[in-house]
């Protein structure tokens, strides 16, 4: 982090945050945002200002633990054209806990849980959905597998460093604000049944539940809207929540595999930690709610490493194929080719595709891939 010659924001306050162990512990909030060289940045243990649930829980496994939170971002952000997709973090509060709104988990009726990380289903479950079926506190927060406590809906705790409205700032640098009903999400639950399984009428439960109705709220896709002459984001109390996609340039802070914030330092060892205690208390699809754990895919066939679990012999079978066929198509760099990324630029996750390979055209669904990329992946 560059050198910084203006400290904006310094919080230091106690708090009990649950039990990491079989006693409770106390911890404390540290975060400090600091401006220098157009930059501005925040520095955290991702510890909360405020008091948060009990984790591990009936639907999060994880126990909460400090982090070494590293994030920057542009102070003069500009609004472009066209919008970007924001995976993992999307940004940042002013009390140094990172906006995580979107899951890793999918409808997946082999689960004991119903839900694991096979993207197959085309539904991704939504945090904030009925049920909580992810063990969110009464913050709308929760914990990952590397203890990092993040939200996923806004909570009045969050107000609680709010500098006017202002409650942090967004990936591409825009700030974020909360003005309750002030403002309002142009995103609609959809009317209907599901036309797939898990079926069942739109209830919010998943991310596909709901559709953008441009003009119908005051805001836009991404949860943005100019105010007085300033591009803005807005936490809302219905979906989206927090804004999902960006419309600036997105910091390279943000960019990492699937969005992952901060340093990495010490994960390692809380991962051993927490599959130590996950063994422990046994029971359960326990990789379906490590939301944002490594991928520990090793070298599995293309399609897997693309697009995550593939079942069946057959798609094993097609290794070997589809690994030339990628490296064909990216001058030998593994991962979607450009055609089938393009494929899908414009469509919804789930929606057909096809798109033109050497060997012709090909057909299938768009999927969200292990690094975020919406990209067609073939009917194979």
């Known amino acids: 982090m560059k050198k910084n010659t203006k400290v904006a924001l310094l919080a230091c306050s106690a708090l009990a945050v649950g039990a990491l162990t079989a006693k409770a512990i106390s911890a404390t909030n540290q975060v400090k945002i600091t401006t220098s060289n157009g930059q501005r940045c925040i520095q955290s243990n991702g510890i909360p200002d405020h008091s948060i649930g009990q984790f591990p829980n009936k639907g999060n496994p994880n126990f909460i633990s400090t982090q ?3 994030l920057c971002v542009t102070m003069t952000p500009s609004k472009g054209s066209q919008a970007k997709d924001l995976r993992g973090s999307t940004g940042f509060t002013l009390n140094g806990v990172t906006i995580r709104p979107g899951t890793a988990d999918w409808y997946d009726a082999s689960s004991p849980r119903g839900h694991s990380r096979d993207r197959s289903s085309g539904w991704n479950l939504d945090g904030m959905g009925p049920g909580n079926t992810l063990g969110l506190d009464q913050n709308n927060a929760h914990v990952d597998n590397r203890g990092l406590y993040h939200y996923h809906g806004p909570s009045k705790s969050i107000m609680n460093a709010a500098q006017g409205t202002l409650i942090g700032y967004a990936a591409d640098g825009h700030g974020i604000h909360y003005v ?4 309002t999400s142009s995103w609609q639950l959809k009317k209907g049944t ?13 991310n596909q539940d709901f559709e953008y109705v441009a003009g119908s709220g005051s805001l836009d896709e991404c949860n943005g809207a ?3 002459g300033e591009y803005k984001y807005f936490a809302t109390d219905t979906y989206p929540y927090f804004p999902r996609c960006a419309f600036g340039t997105v910091s390279s802070d943000f960019s990492g595999p699937r969005g ?12 051993q930690i927490n599959r130590q205690q996950g063994g422990q208390r046994g029971g359960g699809d326990q990789s379906a709610t490590l939301e944002n754990g490594n991928e520990r895919q090793g070298k599995g066939n293309f399609l897997q490493r693309l697009f995550g679990k593939q079942q069946g012999q057959n798609a094993r079978s097609r290794q070997q194929g589809n690994r030339r066929f990628a490296q064909s198509n990216n001058g030998g760099r593994r991962g979607p080719p450009q055609q089938a990324i393009s494929a899908c630029a414009s469509a919804s996750i789930g929606n057909s595709c096809s798109f ?15 690094d975020q990329q919406k990209a067609c992946r073939p009917n194979r």
């Open 180 to 183: 309750g009903s002030n403002q």
């Open 260 to 271: 992952v914030a901060g340093s990495q330092q010490g994960n390692q060892q809380r991962n």
């Open 68 to 70: 070494n939170t590293k």
């Open 356 to 370: 033109q390979t050497p060997r012709g055209n090909l057909s299938g669904q768009c999927v969200l891939t292990p």
């Open 194 to 206: 599901r036309p797939s399984a898990p079926g069942g009428a739109y209830d919010g439960t998943y």
């Open 226 to 228: 100019t105010v007085n």
